[in-house]
């Protein structure tokens, strides 16, 4: 068959592989006249590493990412709330990946424009609209140039990002992205290794969080990584709109940043103030989801990824969730039933998951663990347990990996 995808991002090329591997025809159309390797830092969970694997990217992704070893929660003087080991060291088959997003969208690309061919891949063209029949979908093209087309095909699939446009077609009364009130900042940079440089934390409570993990080793400096960071805090009310929409390339203000980390956090495994000074540039992001949808597939039409499900950043999930999405549509694809019923049955699956996610996240996610910390002791404590109990604690972390489909059962 022939699919048309909307969006060549990491959702919408990972879907494209997939398709082609099944052996369908692809044609992808980006608003961007191309795809660019920009952003910062992201972590790929194992569950979706081990389908970035299946589609032969693993030497990639080891090349181009570090195997994250162990993750630390702490509160904002780096006393540890939780730690535990990740990916292959926690006896999971695959790693999980910190790598830099441009990075990781890299990598896929070049495997799609190798495997599909570049032209299967349009950049330039923003897909406005689509009809469709009972045989067919097409849509309507808008070139960065001023040209028009259309393109037809027989499914499509939405993965056009927060912002899009098949989206808005399917729920046009939707309005704008929710906004929570927090600002997120990002940043990478050049840092001394912390520990065995595969060691990720993330740190604070409820008024602002510090994350910090590296990203890329290099074989000329084995004591530095490009590190990545983060800070969220409050920046305004929930449901109001923030002073600048969001953007994934939007430059961060420092004198904005500086006051949530300044005589806040006392770390022992990095000064916050220092490495974001110490960055030669950073973004900023409204922290911003959407409502989860009572519905994604529309006859021969559905969407994947943030298109679908934006979410919160937090539980290291959107682009995770995103490969599923296009793991599950592929194959849903292939199990000898008609579109429609092909499309409804990836809906089934994969919208109450993510929908769970969504609302999870909104309540920290894996990270309400250093939220309840801070609440009940925040000027630091004397003896973890007496604060939460172990299996409190542990019920707030795995419950998360459970929602998110990552949970590793413990042997008998």
């Known amino acids: 068959m022939k699919v048309l995808i909307a969006g060549a991002g990491i959702g919408g090329l990972t879907t494209a592989l997939f398709l082609h591997k099944a052996g369908h025809d692809v044609e992808v159309f980006e608003r961007a006249d191309a795809v660019r390797e920009l952003g910062v830092g992201i972590n790929m969970l194992p569950h979706a590493v081990k389908e970035l694997a299946d589609l032969g990217l693993m030497p990639d992704l080891d090349t181009e990412g570090i195997r994250t070893r162990e993750l630390f929660y702490t509160n904002r003087f780096g006393q540890i709330v939780w730690q535990e080991l990740r990916g292959v060291d926690a006896g999971y088959d695959v790693p999980q990946i910190s790598i830099h997003r441009g990075k990781l969208l890299g990598l896929i690309h070049r495997a799609a424009v190798s495997r599909l061919g570049s032209g299967a891949i349009r950049t330039g063209y923003r897909v406005e609209g689509f009809e469709q029949t009972e045989n067919s979908v097409s849509v309507d093209l808008a070139g960065r140039d001023g040209s028009r087309g259309k393109a037809s095909g027989d499914l499509l699939i939405g993965a056009d990002g927060m912002h899009s446009v098949v989206r808005s077609m399917l729920y046009p009364d939707e309005g704008p992205p929710i906004w929570n009130g927090t600002m997120l900042w990002r940043g990478a940079t050049p840092w001394p290794k912390w520990r065995d440089g595969r060691t990720m934390a993330i740190a604070g409570g409820n008024f602002a969080k510090f994350v910090y993990y590296p990203i890329e080793a290099d074989p000329d400096q084995p004591d530095m990584r490009l590190t990545n960071w983060a800070l969220m805090a409050r920046t305004g009310d929930a449901g109001a709109s923030p002073l600048r929409t969001g953007d994934w390339s939007r430059p961060g203000v420092l004198d904005e940043v500086l006051p949530f980390v300044r005589d806040r956090f006392h770390l022992d495994f990095v000064d916050p103030a220092a490495i974001i000074q110490g960055t030669d540039g950073f ?76 609302l999870s996240n909104r309540r920290g996610g894996p990270e309400a663990v250093i939220d309840m910390i801070e609440a009940r002791a925040p000027d630091g404590f004397d003896d973890i347990d007496a604060i939460a109990s172990y299996a409190e604690r542990e019920s707030v972390v795995r419950g998360y990996a459970s929602l998110a489909g990552f949970a590793k059962t413990k042997p008998a």
């Open 283 to 358: 973004y900023e992001y409204p922290n911003c989801d959407r409502e989860p949808l009572p519905r994604w597939s529309f006859g021969r039409v559905t969407l994947l990824g943030d298109a679908a499900h934006p979410m919160y950043p937090v539980g290291s999930n959107g682009a995770s969730q995103a490969i599923l999405d296009a793991k599950s549509l592929v194959m849903h694809l292939g199990a000898g039933n008609s579109i429609e019923a092909a499309l409804s049955a990836y809906d089934a699956e994969r919208r109450p998951a993510t929908s769970a996610i969504v």
